[in-house]
């Protein structure tokens, strides 16, 4: 981007076809679509595999491209031929469908995880990204899942999307009550869904033989050095692996899990905003109050 330039951000976004190109026919006008962000260039060896979420040469909206914090968003026919236009499912409402950008990433570490009935799960982090890891990790029929953070007014809400048991690492010894509750063995599956150092450290001294782990929240640059035991992975036989974006197939089956309704979509959002307030919008997420914000132009 040039100096002087301008770029509108906003890289969950959803809305109404209201003006199409004339050799689009794979859409009409007051089609309601979900947009998934990531472009790939199409050709590479990445996106040729579906990876278009790790293409080297991508463009996203609200990235470099505009996205979607306006009244109109223009979508690029290399978006439209990527398939990253999704029709929205009917029983779904616009803010629900918002959940899906996030919601797919979180789909993208579930396939990497494989969490399946014999799990014994720990979400490291009780933001909205958490609790998408909660809901997925309940849908797929994990055995317990268990939500550590630091803030009990977050672990309420996990407790109120099925969190099996809440811990508190400030208050509790998390290490001493995860082998407590899972018979001494450790957490199968360990999803970090924060961005602090520590918490990826501290997820390999929690992981049970064979277990698997997600660093699904990336650190801040310069501080993403972590320190851990070799021969606690080497001896533990433990996965570590990590997840990014998502790619459009997952974002298409992502949806079909919104669409079943098995849990309170709506109620993520807790604060909506018209394009007027954006600033109370951005001071409401800094302040850290809220989970989901949205933007309704
Ligand atoms: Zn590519």
Known sequence: MK??????????VVGEVVKKGKNISTLNLGDRVAVAPNIGCGHCYLCAA??????????????????????????????IIGGNLMIIPENLSFLEASINEPFSCVYNAYESLKTSPIDNVLIAGAGA???LHLILSKIAGAKKVMVSDISDDRLKIAKKYRADITLNPSKVNLKEEVFINTGGKGADVIITACSVPS??????????????????????????????????????????????GS?????????????????????????????E??????????????????IVP
């Open 3 to 12: 100096e002087g330039e301008h770029r509108i951000l906003g890289h969950e």
């Open 50 to 79: 579906g990876y278009n979420n790790l293409c080297n040469d991508y463009e996203a909206f609200g990235i470099n491209l505009d996205g979607g914090f306006a009244e109109y968003m223009k979508v690029t026919d290399k978006a």
């Open 129 to 131: 990204i958490g609790l």
């Open 199 to 244: 918490v990826q450290e501290e997820a390999l001294n929690l992981a049970a033989k064979l277990g698997r782990i997600n660093f699904f929240g990336g650190l801040p640059e310069g501080k993403d050095s972590i320190m851990f035991k070799s021969n606690i992975v080497h001896y533990r036989q433990l996965k570590i692996t990590a997840t990014t």
């Open 247 to 275: 790619t459009i197939s997952q974002f298409i089956k992502s949806m079909e899990i919104l669409s079943n309704k098995e849990f309170d979509i709506q109620g993520l959002i807790t604060h909506t905003f018209g394009l």
């Open 277 to 294: 307030e954006i600033k109370d919008a951005f001071e409401k997420v800094i302040s850290g109050k809220g989970l989901k914000i949205s």
